[in-house]
């Protein structure tokens, strides 16, 4: 599930596997989650689930904060 979700990421944002990676654990720290429910979540909401509502924010949080 981990790999799927760093493949998503650097799908939808262009990010390298290390950036990827970076933006699950800097957002599941920001979530107070675990970086295999976030990965859960991510994969989830890619195959149309509903995501929780911290989700959407914490990414493009961490994402901007991997690409500075």
Wanted: hydrophobic residues 50%; without cysteine; negative net charge.
């Amino acid at each position: 599930m981990i790999d799927l979700a760093r493949g998503v990421l650097m799908a939808s944002f262009g990010l390298s596997a290390d950036e990827a990676w970076r933006v699950l654990v800097l957002a599941a720290r920001n979530t107070g989650g675990t970086v295999r429910g976030l990965a859960r979540d991510l994969v989830g909401a890619v195959e149309g689930n509903p995501q929780p509502g911290a989700l959407p924010e914490a990414v493009t949080a961490a994402v901007a904060e991997v690409r500075s």
